[in-house]
Structure formats: C-alpha cells, structure tokens
C-alpha cells in the first residue's frame, strides 16, 4: 500500500478492489433529499467546503476522504457533517443557530 503525504493511499473502509464512481456521486446528488434547503448547505459554502477538500493531502481519487471514508461531494452538501480530521477539522457542521444568524 503506498503512502502520500504520510497518509495510506486507500479508502478507510474499503479495499483498492471497490470504487465508486464520479458518475455514481452524481446520481446520488440527484436525489430529492440533496434539494431541501433544511438540509443542505447553500451552492456558496458547498462550493467553499469543497474548494478546502480539493486542497486537502487526505482527498483521494478526487472523490473520497481518507480521513473518514466519506464521499466529500456528499457530505459537503450537508449541513449536518463536519470535516473529520482530528483538531477540529477545515470546515465545521452548519447548526440550526449558525444557520439563523443567531
């Protein structure tokens, strides 16, 4: 198993044997539930969210965060994650507080 950057160079969860494809996190996008406000992040800060996991040494194949095994693409679009990297990760969770301006 290579290394990058310090880091193994595979999936957290899976094996080199599994990949999902870029066209598969397009389908999942499309569903109903990546459409509700309620939910999702605004068109600003997921394309912010996703600018800082584009720079992250932790990105693998452009899709996949080694750091915890989740699609960034996906869980950029929801408010309810956070980046997992230890010490407070490089973008945090939207709160319903944070949300309203309170």
């Given at each position: ?43 600003d ?9 584009r ?8 899709e ?39």
């Amino acid at each position: 198993m290579e290394r990058h950057n310090g880091y193994r160079d595979e999936c957290k969860g899976c094996g080199s044997n599994y990949q999902v494809s870029s066209s598969d996190i397009d389908r999942m996008l499309a569903a109903p539930i990546f459409s509700r406000s309620d939910v999702c992040v605004s068109d600003d800060e997921y394309n912010a969210r996703l600018q800082v996991c584009r720079s992250c040494p932790r990105l693998l194949d452009g899709e996949t965060c080694s750091a915890c095994g989740c699609y960034v693409r996906v869980a950029a679009k929801l408010k309810s994650k956070s980046c997992p990297l230890p010490g407070g990760g490089l973008w945090p969770a939207v709160t319903s507080e944070a949300a309203s301006g309170k």
